[in-house]
């Protein structure tokens, strides 16, 4: 069973940064595909960045460009986000998730948080002065 777990949501004025990490349960890390999604009440959930740990390849939505950065340490089993010059529509709850092997790199793309298949709690991130 893969276990993912968000942490560093919080409060944060605008203009302001956070960074999240989201944990990835250690005997079944190894070489994956994670991903940072986030979503409102109401909304669908939107990808925002996605990281391949084999070769460190990042990909991310248009609306992150820029203010998010996501990353991985080598030999570290979590995954951060930063975000940096945070904006009022930047509130949401975030959610890490992570796919199975089985699944091509070709899907490691935030535009498709249908093909990841084990996720987090999530984290809420709330900017507002």
């Known amino acids: 069973q893969i276990q993912l777990a968000e942490s560093g949501g919080g409060s944060v004025q605008p203009g302001g940064s956070l960074r999240l990490s989201c944990e990835v349960s250690?005997?079944?890390?190894?070489?994956?595909?994670v991903g940072w999604f986030r979503q409102v009440p109401g909304k669908e959930r939107e990808g925002v960045a996605t990281?391949?740990?084999?070769?460190?390849?990042?990909y991310y939505a248009d609306s992150a460009e820029g203010r998010f950065t996501v990353s991985h340490e080598n030999g570290k089993n979590s995954v951060e986000l930063q975000i940096n010059s945070a904006e009022v529509a930047d509130t949401a709850m975030y959610y890490c998730?992570?796919?199975?092997?089985?699944?091509?790199?070709?899907?490691?793309?935030?535009?498709?948080?249908?093909?990841?298949?084990?996720w987090g709690q999530g984290t809420q991130v709330t900017v507002s002065s």
């Open positions: 990281l391949y740990t084999g070769d460190g390849s990042t």
């Open positions: 250690r005997s079944t890390y190894g070489a994956r595909c």
């Open positions: 998730a992570t796919q199975s092997r089985s699944r091509g790199l070709s899907s490691c793309r935030p535009a498709s948080p249908h093909l990841f298949d084990y």
